[in-house]
Structures are given as structure tokens and as C-alpha cells.
């Protein structure tokens, strides 16, 4: 089955700057949609970014104009550009491959191939 591997998560300063990204272990990544979610302590899972197949982006309101989801065929891989850091957005942050159609996708409930994620500090 596909594997994913997030990485790039760090400690960042706020209103800094980070990429994600999401390595995808088959040539499966523009065929498919998708996800970025977070966690954070406390906190329900939370639907980040989506990028379907057809290439149509979806943001959360809480990142829209600050997090850029994109993906490259040639390295199989997902990135989640994010800019101008909060405290808020500090959680673990996983992508996903969506398995399941109808509903929101905010939740994360029709998506499977979760990664071990990676974590993003906000420092104030």
C-alpha cells in the first residue's frame, strides 16, 4: 500500500516561513486528492489544505492566503508552503490520500495512508 513521509516540520520563529513536505512511496500523487491535517494538543484534527486530481486547490479558512498546497509529479511528492507563522497553527501536521468520497473533507474522516507527521512550533 502507498507509504507517506512528512518532513520538514521545525521550530520557527512567527511570522516565518515553512515548507512541508509529503513523500509519496508510488507515482501516485497526481492521480489522487490530496490532504494536509494538523493536531494539536487538545484539539480536534483539523482539514489544513486539499489539492485534488484534477488540480483544484481548498484551503481552511484559518490558512487561506498564508499556506500554499501544491505537488510535483516528477519527485511523487506533496509540499505545504507555509507563510506568516501564528501560535495557533503549532501541531503535527500529516498528509493523507483521500479514500472515501461525500461530505467535508475538513475532517479527515475519508482519508487513509496517514504519515507518521511532523511537527511545527510556533515560537510566540
Known amino acids: 500500500q502507498v507509504q507517506l513521509v512528512e518532513s520538514g516540520g521545525g521550530s520557527v520563529q512567527a511570522g516565518g516561513s515553512l515548507r512541508l513536505s509529503c513523500a509519496a512511496s508510488r507515482y501516485?500523487?497526481?492521480n489522487m486528492?490530496?490532504?494536509w491535517f494538523r493536531r494539536a494538543p487538545g484539539k480536534e484534527r483539523e482539514g489544513v489544505a486539499l489539492i485534488t486530481s484534477g488540480g483544484s486547490l481548498y484551503y481552511a479558512d484559518s490558512v487561506k492566503g498564508r499556506f500554499t498546497i501544491s505537488r510535483d509529479a516528477a519527485k511523487?511528492?506533496?509540499?505545504?508552503?507555509?507563510?506568516s507563522l501564528k501560535p495557533e497553527d503549532t501541531?503535527?501536521?500529516?498528509?493523507?490520500?483521500?479514500?472515501r468520497y461525500g461530505g467535508s473533507w475538513l475532517d479527515g474522516s475519508n482519508?487513509?495512508?496517514?504519515?507518521?507527521?511532523?511537527q511545527v512550533t510556533d515560537s510566540s
Open 91 to 99: 501541531a503535527m501536521y500529516y498528509c493523507a490520500l483521500r479514500v
Open 28 to 30: 501516485i500523487i497526481n
Open 111 to 118: 482519508f487513509g495512508g496517514w504519515g507518521q507527521g511532523t
Open 33 to 35: 486528492d490530496w490532504g
Open 76 to 83: 511523487n511528492t506533496l509540499y505545504l508552503q507555509m507563510g
